[in-house]
């Protein structure tokens, strides 16, 4: 809301209040070109690691995503901050059964971002068996970087409708 009023004033005016653009990065921790946004995690949901002792852990997702977050190449304009007590956006490890369940069976195999809650209550939803055995219709590159191409790809997927 302020950066939309001092972007206003600044149209209006004609000129950049480099003040108030100041007064707007201290306060934020970001820069009115490159904003932050916060995201944390929630717990997982459903069952995700039964019967997969051998496969990603709940942190081994969370490792992933930071990652690919944190990556300059991913969203230019955008800083990505985790924050897991105050997050704009909540990231939650769900199986499919829990999503098919919540969502209801148009969603069964699909990772997504709900926003139904308004913009600060934005939760994405990693489907856990997805990320543990990528779905066909991703496959086509190497078999050793399938997976984490996978990721990647989810993870910048599902932030890019959280953003907007």
């Given at each position: ?78 800083r990505f901050k ?12 769900a199986t499919n ?68």
């Amino acid at each position: 809301m302020v950066r939309r009023h001092i972007l206003r004033h600044e149209r209006a005016t004609g000129h950049r209040d480099v003040r108030a653009r100041r007064r707007y990065n201290a306060l934020r921790g970001g820069s009115m070109d490159r904003p932050v946004v916060t995201y944390g995690f929630g717990p997982p949901l459903g069952s995700p690691s039964v019967g997969r002792n051998t496969n990603p852990t709940h942190a081994d997702v969370e490792r992933d995503v930071d990652a690919t977050l944190a990556d300059p190449r991913g969203w230019p304009g955008v800083r990505f901050k985790r924050d897991d007590r105050t997050p704009t956006i909540t990231v939650h490890v769900a199986t499919n059964a829990h999503i098919k369940s919540t969502f209801g069976t148009a969603f069964a195999g699909l990772n997504l971002c709900d926003r139904t809650d308004g913009p600060h209550a934005i939760r994405i939803y990693i489907n856990w068996d997805n990320w543990i055995k990528t779905p066909a219709a991703f496959r086509g590159a190497p078999e050793e970087d399938l997976a984490k191409l996978y990721h990647q790809y989810v993870v910048l997927h599902e932030f890019g409708h959280a953003i907007g």
